[in-house]
């Protein structure tokens, strides 16, 4: 069955420096895979779709990278603030079909 | 700028009674998603709905769920008989055809049964 590895235990990292979250899958082949920001009592909030012939998607301060053969995506925030403390969820796959998150990565930055 | 609303925010139901989830899905979307994430776990598909049908559901969709769009705007979630194990927030969600992939979430409904 499908499954998704993302760091189970909460990141800290200082304000300024720059996060990287891993994300693996397995039992997958995704044509795209999505990164998502969930606040606490909150939804899920869009953030970055990579395709998978992408080696590297940027958006502001986020960067995504698609590794098919690894099977794995790292996000990263560079000059990160405390309102980027939050969930991450990492979802393979896209289109119209429903999503498959993984657990998601708590994230703290610290001033 | 256009955000997907879901009713009530919190719904508190006897075990065995009947709920309805609403949801209105941004105004120009065409697709319609449920979701539910039980405390401390993670965001589960449910259901995607697609030109008034089903389009695809996981295996926790069972019997007793059931979805509708009873009107243009609406999107509703129908748990039948509600079980303890069904208290978790519920999300709706929907995408547009200019963007299928970029899923927008609602604030969701926590749903208690006791």
């Known amino acids: 069955s499908q499954k998704i590895e993302q760091n189970s235990e909460a990141l800290n990292i200082q304000e300024g420096k720059t996060a990287t979250l891993t994300c693996n899958y397995t039992?997958?082949?995704?044509?795209?895979l999505q990164w998502y920001r969930q606040d606490p009592g909150r939804g899920p909030v869009f953030l970055l779709l990579?395709?998978?012939?992408?080696k590297e998607k940027r958006k502001e301060r986020l960067k995504v990278t698609f590794d098919t053969t690894l099977k794995q995506s790292l996000f990263h925030i560079t000059a990160s603030q405390p309102a980027d403390s939050a969930t991450y969820l990492c979802?393979?796959?896209?289109?119209?079909?429903?999503?498959?998150f993984g657990k998601g990565t708590h994230l703290i930055i610290q001033p | 700028e256009p955000e997907v609303t879901q009713t009530p925010s919190h719904q508190v139901t006897q075990m065995g009674q009947e709920v309805i989830l609403r949801c209105v899905p941004i105004s120009n979307h065409l697709y319609f998603y449920w979701y539910r994430q039980i405390l401390g776990q993670k965001v589960e598909f449910l259901v995607s709905f697609y030109n008034n049908e089903i389009s695809e559901k996981s295996e926790i969709f069972d019997d007793q769920f059931s979805v509708e769009r009873p009107d243009g705007s609406n999107f509703t979630l129908k748990i039948r008989s509600t079980k303890l194990e069904d208290s978790a927030m519920y999300f709706c969600?929907?995408?547009?055809?200019?963007?299928?992939?970029?899923?927008?979430f609602g604030p969701g409904t926590r749903l208690t049964v006791l």
């Open positions: 990579i395709r998978e012939n992408e």
């Open positions: 979802a393979p796959g896209g289109g119209a079909d429903g999503l498959t």
């Open positions: 039992n997958y082949s995704p044509a795209y």
């Open positions: 969600a929907s995408s547009g055809t200019r963007n299928v992939n970029e899923q927008f």
